[in-house]
């Protein structure tokens, strides 16, 4: 309940108001409930004719309790229309009114849930808000230790059980409390040792359910848990479809998914299972104390040791009755609780992620009005969660509007040195300098405002051509992207498509070949007009034709800008006014690429040109 109590918290003031009048309702369906079966007894006593005493008007005030005034007058008024309009006329209209207190009763009822809805959606939909807006925000360093495909079942199974769960039983927990305080209340009214004897009663059945309601959280959990490793097979399956047949290696994935979707299935079976068992035993329960209560309550009667009477013994086990019902849907939604708890505890995995990459209280200021900036590392050093180090004691200078190469073998720390200057990551020790200011002393957004990528694969989004190469600058027009595909060399092919800039692209692009994409990624850098540009790769995976309009556009976008090139093929980095060649994280060789070729040279570099038989 305190984990439950804590989800209402965070969740939800913004809907207070609704909360509000979810409760108020609630609290007039539960008094008009009691009214309602309060007209009962005097339609019993008149049907069996138990009560023939006369009445006479009481006021408050006259030396009589609250409830022997309202009582007496209750029937004083029943009385006075016996004796004007008989007992039949008398008999239907209190029958007519049990009908309309019914339903104002129904219809406060209605009016609780009616609140209560946009609260509950109103929730859910603030979790997925929060959900998405924490995975953009996390480091790229997060996702490299989760799956994917589990990342992906938090925000759609999780959030999912969450709603079917936690908030469908919002109007159950607010609801259900209300009718059972007001129905004890009452029941205390009429005979208090009847509901002592209650009040034993009841938190022992509670004990029960929640004994059983602890089980069903944990073992929840465990399959959300694996609910997450059946979405990353998925992921990983529809992603590596092409190799997966390639390799003949459809039987060992079927194999891998039903064992994973087995045991999926026995959780699955576990849970349901003993969900399944709050209805019977709820029912079980409400049986025993309702036989109990009987047993005790007609015994007070026969022994003539209480002042209650058969008919108010009666409503008070129609009272009693009604509150079974609450408690039910109660132990329910209790179990429903349990349930949503286990993949709110999930969720909060997300949610409660610390982001190490921060921008600092009072950044300092990055001028790139004056064109290209410099990048500068000093003492550098990187390794991922504690492990052996990428990068060792890395010290580069990158002045203004020079283009800068990485080259070396893969696994060396190239990219690891590219992503230090946007803070994909924070160096473990040292620094990285832009424009002279370290990058932690600079706000997030604005450095990496004045950047721009070009990565080996081109990451496109499923929208229109002209969206992705917009994408990230804002009120861009046509002809400034027209200009910019221009400059890419795509601005051609863009044209000769069905629509055009208005041409959807596909999942990940997929309606393009490589070469096109790339040049479209390289249109939206071009946009961004970036005073560094950083080139992973960009044209290893093309073939001549392709590599040959892209290098063009390449060299155009590097024209007054601060550039890093990471690059396997040395051919398009011989003009770079600086190679730095990494291994093992070090930098062990820099120069042109005549000096590195030069025999006095260490003859890393000279040993790869010769390897891929450039050397001239």
Request: proline content about 3%; hydrophobic content about 45%.
């Amino acid at each position: 309940m305190k984990d439950f109590i804590d989800i209402l918290r965070r969740f939800v003031p913004p809907y207070k108001k609704y909360l509000v009048l979810n409760i108020i309702f609630n609290i007039l369906a539960a008094f008009l409930t009691l009214f309602s079966f309060a007209i009962i007894i005097p339609i019993l006593e008149m049907l069996f004719e138990i009560r023939q005493e006369h009445y006479s008007l009481m006021h408050f005030g006259d030396g009589a309790s609250v409830k022997d005034v309202i009582f007496n007058n209750f029937y004083f008024y029943t009385q006075e229309m016996i004796a004007d309009y008989g007992s039949v006329t008398t008999l239907a209209m209190l029958a007519a009114a049990l009908v309309v207190m019914t339903a104002l009763k129904t219809g406060a009822a209605y009016l609780s849930s009616f609140f209560i809805i946009p609260m509950r959606s109103g929730i859910v939909r603030d979790i997925r808000n929060y959900v998405y807006l924490k995975i953009t925000q996390l480091p790229i360093g997060f996702f490299t230790a989760e799956r994917k495909g589990d990342v992906m079942a938090r925000m759609s199974g999780d959030v999912a059980e969450i709603e079917n769960s936690i908030m469908a039983s919002l109007d159950m927990m607010f609801k259900n409390p209300v009718m059972i305080i007001v129905c004890l209340s009452m029941m205390i009214v009429i005979s208090w040792q009847l509901t002592v004897f209650v009040f034993i009663l009841l938190p022992l059945a509670g004990l029960v359910m929640g004994r059983v309601g602890k089980r069903l959280k944990r073992t929840s959990f465990e399959g959300q848990t694996q609910w997450g490793v059946l979405m990353s097979t998925i992921e990983e399956t529809l992603g590596g479809l092409r190799i997966i047949k390639a390799f003949n290696a459809e039987q060992k994935m079927n194999s891998r998914f039903e064992e994973e979707n087995n045991v999926f299935y026995r959780l699955s079976n576990r849970v349901a299972r003993r969900q399944a068992l709050a209805h019977p035993m709820s029912e079980f329960l409400g049986t025993a104390a309702i036989a109990i209560i009987l047993w005790f309550g007609g015994s007070l009667i026969l022994a003539g040791t209480s002042d209650l009477k058969a008919a108010d013994f009666i409503y008070y086990m129609v009272i009693f009755y009604n509150i079974i019902n609450p408690a039910k849907d109660l132990s329910k939604a209790g179990y429903a609780i349990q349930k949503g708890l286990a993949s709110m505890d999930r969720v909060d995995k997300i949610l409660n992620a610390v982001n190490p990459i921060k921008s600092p209280a009072d950044p300092r200021v990055l001028d790139a009005n004056g064109g290209a900036l410099g990048v500068r590392f000093e003492n550098v050093c990187f390794s991922y969660d504690g492990s052996s180090e990428v990068l060792s004691d890395i010290n580069l200078d990158i002045r203004p509007g020079s283009t800068v190469a990485l080259v070396g073998q893969s696994g060396s720390g190239k990219s690891t040195m590219a992503d230090l200057i946007p803070r994909f990551y924070d160096p473990t020790s040292g620094c990285v300098k832009v424009g002279g200011i370290d990058v932690r002393q600079l706000d997030v957004h604005s450095l990496r405002s004045v950047m721009g990528n070009v990565n080996q694969e081109a990451i496109l989004f499923n929208d229109t051509i002209f969206n992705n190469i917009a994408f990230g600058v804002e009120n861009a027009t046509l002809e400034q992207v027209r200009q910019a595909a221009r400059i890419a060399n795509a601005d051609d092919f863009i044209m000769a498509t069905e629509d055009g800039y208005h041409t959807q692209v596909g999942d990940r692009g997929c309606r393009l070949s490589g070469g096109q994409r790339q040049r479209i990624s390289i249109a939206r850098a071009v946009l961004k007009n970036p005073a560094i540009l950083i080139l992973d790769e960009a044209t290893s995976a093309l073939d001549s034709e392709s590599e040959t309009l892209v290098q063009q556009a390449v060299d155009r976008l590097m024209e007054d800008r601060t550039t890093l090139v990471i690059a396997h093929r040395l051919s398009t980095i011989r003009r770079a006014d600086l190679i730095c060649v990494l291994h093992e994280g070090r930098i062990v060789e820099a120069g042109t690429h005549e000096q590195l070729l030069d025999p006095s040279a260490a003859g890393y570099y000279r040993r790869l040109v010769e390897m891929q038989s450039l050397a001239k």
